[in-house]
């Protein structure tokens, strides 16, 4: 079992910054791809960004790279997500997830572990 808790969501205008943590607790934190996907209202939940366990390489969706950054640090249990240049649209409630398979970053199915979310809105 992996616990995940989300931090750092909140009200921003667009163009600023916002950086999300995700505290993992249970399990051998280096041994899980992590993830951040997020969904915002009456749409379904979209991948945001990705980064392997080892950290060697991360993955992000065209809507975000450029302005997003995922980074992880294991020794801390801790995965992040850097949201600069913040803009309306991607107001949503942002889930981190952990997967202990494959990487596969952009499928929902490849994470068997998710946070509750945490609330990020932009206004304009």
């Known amino acids: 079992q992996v616990q995940l808790v989300e931090s750092g969501g909140g009200l921003v205008q667009a163009g600023g910054s916002l950086r999300l943590s995700c505290a993992a607790s249970?399990?051998?934190?280096?041994?899980?791809?992590m993830a951040w996907f997020r969904q915002a209202p009456g749409k379904s939940r979209e991948f945001v960004a990705a980064?392997?366990?080892?950290?060697?390489?991360?993955d992000y969706a065209d809507s975000v790279k450029g302005r997003f950054t995922i980074s992880r640090d294991n020794a801390n249990n801790t995965v992040y997500l850097q949201m600069n240049s913040l803009k309306p649209e991607d107001t949503a409630v942002y889930y981190c997830?952990?997967?202990?398979?494959?990487?596969?970053?952009?499928?929902?199915?490849?994470?068997?572990?998710w946070g509750q979310g945490t609330q990020v809105t932009v206004s304009s």
């Open positions: 249970g399990r051998t934190f280096s041994a899980y791809n």
């Open positions: 997830a952990a997967g202990g398979g494959s990487y596969y970053p952009t499928r929902n199915l490849a994470y068997g572990y």
């Open positions: 980064i392997r366990r080892s950290g060697a390489s991360t």
